[in-house]
């Protein structure tokens, strides 16, 4: 089936920036709609940005004007660059993908609803 594998974390200052990567293996119909989702220890997952099979995009408040999804020339490759860091955007990072269209392709929907999650990656950024 479908596998998501995310790359790309590590430990920054805040400040920096940062690129993840996810590819994923396989193809299934269920996939209009992609995102990145991040849990700090302690807290709930939440979701960071999404883009739908049109490419477009929606973001979190608390990212919005720093962090980017786009998806690379192969569809199945999904990105998130992340610039002007904060200690508060540590977490594990997961990408995930869902939906059979890409008409509700937005964070609380796909958070519910995505069919494929990858194992994630650890962002660290410390002040």
């Known amino acids: 089936q479908v596998q998501l594998v995310e790359s790309g974390g590590g430990s920054m200052q805040a400040g920096g920036s940062l690129k993840l990567s996810c590819v994923a293996s396989?193809?299934?119909?269920?996939?209009?709609?992609m995102g990145w989702f991040r849990q700090a220890p302690g807290k709930e997952r939440e979701g960071v940005a999404v883009?739908?099979?049109?490419?477009?995009?929606s973001y979190a408040d608390s990212v919005k004007g720093r962090f980017t999804i786009s998806k690379g020339n192969a569809e199945n490759t999904l990105y998130l660059q992340m610039n002007s860091l904060k200690p508060e955007d540590t977490g594990m990072y997961y990408c995930?993908?869902?939906?059979?269209?890409?008409?509700?392709?937005?964070?609380?929907?796909?958070?519910?609803?995505?069919?494929?999650w990858g194992q994630g990656t650890q962002v660290t950024v410390s002040s």
């Open positions: 995930a993908a869902g939906l059979a269209s890409p008409d509700y392709c937005y964070i609380d929907i796909l958070i519910q609803n995505a069919n494929y």
């Open positions: 396989g193809y299934s119909d269920n996939m209009h709609c």
């Open positions: 883009i739908d099979s049109g490419g477009s995009a």
